[in-house]
């Protein structure tokens, strides 16, 4: 995945949030930087979906860039994470401290995701 999604454009409140993404230099995986929210959460899910797509046994997230993930954000990890088969997971680095307590509150026992220490 070699895109960077642009800044949206201003809007009456400001600059909407935006959600760039790059791929990892020497493993397979993107780092993201900036917000998943409702008007980045198709980037975020298309990064997902691409991840479970590409068959590796571990998929890496960086996401010491990103700065909030919403619940709906949350759900689409542990949805993607739950079609993994057998030994397969994301290994999320660095996530926002809110991301982690939506994944241990709401999804605790899901096995395709390994939060890494930072």
């Known amino acids: 995945m070699n895109t960077q999604y ?12 935006a959600l760039a993404v790059f791929p990892l230099a020497g493993r ?7 917000e998943v ?3 980045t959460r198709a980037i ?4 997902l979906e691409q991840a479970v797509r590409e068959g590796e046994d571990v998929y890496y997230l960086e996401l010491s860039d990103v700065t909030f993930v919403d ?3 949350a759900g689409a990890l542990a949805a ?12 999320v680095r660095r996530p926002p401290a809110a991301l982690r ?6 999804w ?4 395709g995701i390994e939060v890494a220490p930072s």
């Open 6 to 17: 642009p800044v949206p454009a201003t809007g009456p409140c400001g600059p909407a949030p």
């Open 28 to 34: 397979r995986g993107v780092r993201a930087a900036g």
């Open 37 to 39: 929210g409702l008007t």
């Open 44 to 47: 975020w899910e298309g990064v």
């Open 71 to 73: 619940v709906a954000g």
């Open 80 to 91: 993607a994470a739950g079609q993994l088969g057998d030994g397969r997971r994301f290994v």
């Open 101 to 106: 307590r939506t994944l241990d509150l709401l």
């Open 108 to 111: 605790p026992n899901q096995t």
